[in-house]
């Protein structure tokens, strides 16, 4: 039991995802996410799976209660500065995208987008003065 529990919570993240913020609905739209890749407006990107946030780091990066029982991940991946998506929007602007964190709680996923070689610093004050944060993204199920 443990081990399936272990297993699903894990993929939380998985799956197809509805556009629900304003960032979302005019920049990636609907997005899909499996085990190797992420799909944004039909264009499919590798990821790299790195490591679990920790409470702390879900706390500081999504304004989440730790309490609530979702989780987070940091991902590595390589989005082009140059890829335009919906309404000819970029993720970062003129950097390359290299890190999403994500975080899931009940049928909501909280996507963040991060430019720079470094894995994102998530911390309240590390995230307050990023220059690496691209943008906030929130969808549905």
């Known amino acids: 039991m443990a081990l399936a529990c272990s297993l699903s919570c894990a ?3 998985r799956g197809y995802w509805r556009a629900a913020s304003s960032a979302a609905t005019t920049i ?3 997005v899909a996410i499996s085990d190797t890749r992420i799909t944004i407006d039909f264009t499919g990107f590798t990821l790299a799976p790195i490591r679990k946030l920790t409470a702390a780091e ?3 990066a999504f304004d989440a209660d730790a309490e609530a029982g979702g989780s987070g991940h940091l991902y590595r991946l390589t989005v082009p500065a140059a890829k335009r998506f919906l309404h000819h929007n970029t993720l970062c602007g003129s950097e390359d995208t290299q890190w999403m964190a994500t975080y899931v709680e009940d049928r909501t996923l909280r996507v963040a987008f991060f430019s720079g070689v470094d894995a994102p610093v998530l ?3 590390a995230l307050a003065n990023s220059t690496d944060l691209c943008g906030m993204f929130t969808y549905v199920r």
């Open 123 to 125: 911390a309240v004050d």
């Open 11 to 13: 993929a939380q993240d």
């Open 28 to 30: 990636t739209g609907d």
């Open 58 to 60: 879900v706390m500081a």
